[in-house]
């Protein structure tokens, strides 16, 4: 378990570091400049100097850790981060990648949700596209209608009829019952289940 002192810690770092990069790119002067006009925008929106930070963090943590895992997703992948929602856009070279691109965005600490449009160049391993299409969508349906779920807190992928789960449940039984929902589907003929139990021990 990682404490909340290492956490505050560890965002700390990351700030210093995205500041500093932009101190080291842009010149003392502007860099200085640029942040004071930033905060000024920042603190006039209804976003605030506070989130805009803590979303600027993740998308640090979340590109690290692309670049520590696959550098692919690094150089391909690109991270948009808005009140911890995560978008990612870009393409991959396989459904593998996409799918690892989403798993790895939910490590981060202070993500909500994450929103998956990456393009898939590669889609020769998929055996039938279509089923796997009206899987996900089917699952995401029974989320949505289903009160003791918060569907804005899961990832649902489906290649080759494996349902790969991944987010944040915020009980034992709220996670039982996604993965309930995914092995009830027609055309499922596994279940990889990622989620997280919300004691947030993410980094």
């Known amino acids: ?106 490590q981060s600490r202070g993500v909500i949700e994450v929103i998956n449009e990456l393009d898939v160049k590669d889609t020769s391993t998929v055996k039938d596209i279509a089923k796997d299409l009206a899987a996900a969508a089917q699952l995401r349906a029974k989320m949505i209608a289903d009160q003791d779920i918060s569907s804005i807190n899961f990832s649902v992928d489906v290649v080759n009829g494996t349902v790969f789960l991944s987010g944040i449940a915020s009980s034992e039984d709220e996670a039982n019952q996604v993965v309930e929902h995914a092995r009830s589907l027609r055309f499922a003929t596994d279940v990889k289940n990622y989620i997280r139990i919300n004691d947030d021990d993410r980094e």
């Open 1 to 106: 378990m990682i404490t909340t002192s290492r956490h505050a810690g560890s965002r700390g770092i990351l700030v210093f570091f995205a500041l500093m990069m932009s101190i080291s790119l842009t010149g003392c002067v502007s860099a200085v400049v640029g942040v004071g006009a930033a905060a000024v925008t920042a603190g006039t929106t209804e976003k605030g100097l506070g989130t805009s930070i803590a979303d600027s963090v993740i998308k640090v943590k979340i590109a690290d850790d692309y670049l520590k895992t696959n550098a692919d997703l690094f150089s391909n992948v690109t991270v948009t981060v808005n009140d911890g929602s995560v978008l990612l856009t870009g393409n991959v070279n396989l459904p593998e990648e996409k799918i690892q691109a989403t798993q790895i965005a939910w």
